[in-house]
């Protein structure tokens, strides 16, 4: 039988994954577009998407540069990134 705080520790990490991939998927745009173009609050996730909220123009470079954010997101969490494409 577990004790409660085993029970809770369970619980304590839920959500991590996803607010790292967001933090990641932020640092990917920064190091590989261009620094300060998009934020965490710009990012939501939904089934396993993450979808940018910016203008069209920072989009555009978003969806060229695609697979070389991703890539360098699965290079910095492995299988903790709750990301698999980006729009």
Do not use: C, W
Request: aromatic share 4%.
């Amino acid at each position: 039988m577990l004790h409660l705080s085993q029970l809770l520790s369970r619980f304590k990490n839920i959500g991590l994954g996803e607010k790292l991939s967001k933090e990641v998927l932020v640092e990917a745009v920064d190091k590989i577009i261009g620094p300060n173009l998009i934020t965490i609050s710009d990012v939501k996730i939904q089934n396993g998407v993450a979808i940018v909220r910016a203008s069209s123009s920072i989009k555009s470079e978003i969806f060229i540069y695609k697979s070389e954010i991703l890539k360098y997101a699965i290079e910095k969490l492995g299988k903790s990134l709750v990301i698999n494409d980006v729009k």
